[in-house]
Antibody
Framework: EVQLVESGGGLVQPGRSLRLSCTAS????????MSWVRQAPGKGLEWVSF??????????EYAASVKVRFTISRDDSKSIAYLQMNSLKTEDTAVYYC????????????????WGQGTLVTVSS | EIVLTQSPATLSLSPGERATLSCRAS??????LAWYQQKPDQAPRLLIY???NRATGIPARFSGSGFGTDFTLTISSLEPEDFAVYFC?????????FGGGTKVEIK
């Protein structure tokens, strides 16, 4: 069974940092691209960050709203994806979901076929 | 950035009725559009990808259509568990973007 479990959320002051983790199980983590998607309270979904699998360079993409401040990374030996969030702003308050990209042959679609339960990040003084 | 506009914002229907949800893109996304369902306090679930392909385990009452800028999600006969919020998402261009959502509520 595929599982994605996020951790690391919490209350943080504006300008501070936080690192989220996503621990994956039930599939070969290294074969998949991964993304973080967030949802502000009572709002819609916003894609945040993406990382390719290592065979495709492990390169990354970011939403303009978080570029420079957030960094996505992965440790395939531990089946964990990370989101390092620096210089946090109040508008970063949201539930952060770890997502797996749907497989397509040896590559992937940029759609999300599995989601974690989410971890709440609250940025407030 | 491609903007996805969903309509209506809220759809009030009874179980057994047909639901038709719309998603319009600000520029062509070809067939690169997905639909997700989200229930309260749950993560979204992938329903449809590439406009018309049902994801694994999704019942046949869910269908998608469209190409270019106009897309539709149809639920042929609403079951009680289908009352939820539905989002569309495009993969044509970076950044990946979502629509604002349509809430399907019980009339």
């Amino acid at each position: 069974e595929v599982q994605l479990v996020e951790s690391g959320g919490g209350l943080v002051q504006p300008g501070r940092s936080l690192r989220l983790s996503c621990t994956a199980s039930g599939f070969t983590f290294g074969d998949y691209a991964m993304s973080w998607v967030r949802q502000a309270p009572g709002k819609g979904l916003e894609w945040v960050s993406f990382i390719r699998s290592k065979p495709y360079g492990g390169t990354t993409e970011y939403a303009a709203s978080v570029k420079v401040r957030f960094t996505i990374s992965r440790d395939d030996s531990k089946s964990i994806a990370y989101l390092q969030m620096n210089s946090l702003k109040t508008e970063d308050t949201a539930v952060y979901y770890c997502t797996r990209h749907k497989k397509f042959s040896s590559s992937w679609y940029n759609y999300f076929d599995y989601w974690g339960q989410g971890t709440l990040v609250t940025v407030s003084s | 950035e491609i903007v996805l506009t969903q309509s209506p914002a809220t759809l009030s229907l009874s179980p057994g009725e047909r639901a038709t949800l719309s998603c319009r893109a600000s520029q062509s996304v070809s067939s690169y559009l997905a639909w997700y369902q989200q229930k309260p306090d749950q993560a979204p679930r992938l329903l449809i990808y590439d406009a018309s392909n049902r994801a694994t385990g999704i019942p046949a009452r869910f269908s998608g259509s469209g190409f270019g800028t106009d897309f539709t999600l149809t639920i042929s006969s609403l079951e009680p568990e289908d009352f939820a919020v539905y989002f569309c998402q495009q993969r044509s261009n970076w950044p990946l973007t979502f629509g604002g959502g349509t809430k399907v509520e019980i009339k």
